[in-house]
């Protein structure tokens, strides 16, 4: 008689396997993940409930961890479902991670990816004439930026302005999961139009606002189309909303304060909208992707 031996996969083979299926169907990236491999270490580690890595580095250490079976079929559902939809797989999953921190997310709210996360924990240092205690966090969305804003500051108070009570519902539930509902407050607001004036002046503003232009609209992915319109487009220049902001923000900003604001791919169009405002083009892991600009310039401006 042969005793059958259950050969239990490890975790390398079933990685690679679904990182294979993924890439052999054409998706597109940059929703939180870069590439096909990053993408199916996600959805593994999360189909094992292990805690989500700091950095897809430490993967090469979990290559001969065992992955039970009914892990294998949840990573497999996940990626059928994925190839099927070209839904972002934050959505699929319903949570994604930011500088190592974990926000719930679904389809009233952008997968989190800014570059501004990237900027919080030091890149702003040599801007702010102190550590900051009034942040706005314009267009705030899931609230991302606005708790790390305040994990990093904790002396700060934060405010999260969205214009979407869909957004900010997700906001409060993120704020709520990172226990910030001291410091964290949000508001719905049409940028900063419902904040009043006599408000406590801003130290540091941030805003990673709907900036795709036009063309690149009609262009984009199916898997950015299942982010909110609203999120995204940002009239034929992309500038409509930034536009609107750098008006808006002298009668907010301190006399020391700082505006941070995400472009993305449209540095040409900022440049071209405004092309006297003297700026700082902070050194993000994509250059050229986010903008500081000084109260004091945006008021001469
Ligand atoms: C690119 S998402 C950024 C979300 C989040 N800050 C992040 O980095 O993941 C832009 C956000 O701006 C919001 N928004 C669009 N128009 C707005 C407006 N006029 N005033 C305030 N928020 C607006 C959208 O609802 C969306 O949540």
Redesign the pocket.
């Known amino acids: 008689m042969t005793r059958q031996v259950a050969v239990v996969p490890r975790f390398g083979r079933v990685w690679r396997k679904a990182a294979r299926r993924l890439d052999a169907a054409h998706l597109q990236y940059g929703q939180g993940t870069e590439d096909a491999l990053q993408e199916a270490a996600w959805m593994l580690i999360h189909s094992l409930g292990w805690p989500v890595l700091a950095s897809f580095a430490q993967l090469e250490a979990l290559r001969e961890r065992e992955v039970p079976a009914d892990a294998v079929q949840r990573l497999d559902a996940l990626v059928d479902t994925r190839i099927a939809t070209r839904k972002p797989a934050a959505y699929l999953m319903g949570e994604a991670w930011l500088q190592g921190e974990r926000f719930v997310v679904d389809a009233r ?2 997968v ?3 570059y ?1 996360a990237e900027m919080l924990h030091a890149g702003l240092d040599p801007w702010l004439a102190d550590a900051p205690r009034t942040i706005v ?6 609230g ?2 606005g708790i790390l804003a305040a994990k990093r500051w904790d002396q700060a108070d934060v405010l999260g ?4 009570a869909d ?1 900010l519902d997700v906001a409060r539930t993120n704020i709520a999961l990172h226990a910030m509902e001291d410091r964290v407050r949000v508001l719905a ?3 900063l139009s419902a904040r009043p004036e006599d408000s406590p002046r801003v130290d540091l503003m941030l805003c ?3 900036y795709v232009n036009a063309g690149s609209m009609r262009a984009l992915p199916a898997e950015f189309r299942h982010e ?1 319109n ?3 487009a940002g009239g034929p220049d992309g500038m409509d ?1 930034v536009r609107r902001l750098l008006n808006q923000a002298p009668r907010h900003l301190a006399p020391h304060g700082v505006l941070v604001v995400e472009i993305g791919n449209e540095r040409e169009h900022f440049e071209a909208a405004f092309a006297r405002l003297p700026v700082v083009w902070l050194p993000t892991s994509t250059p050229g992707t986010v903008v500081l600009v000084e109260a004091a310039d945006l008021v001469r401006a």
């Open positions: 709210v952008i989190p990816r800014s501004i966090d314009v267009c705030t969305g899931s991302c930026l302005i969205d214009i979407s957004a607001s049409d940028l990673n606002p709907p909110p609203l999120a995204l909303l």
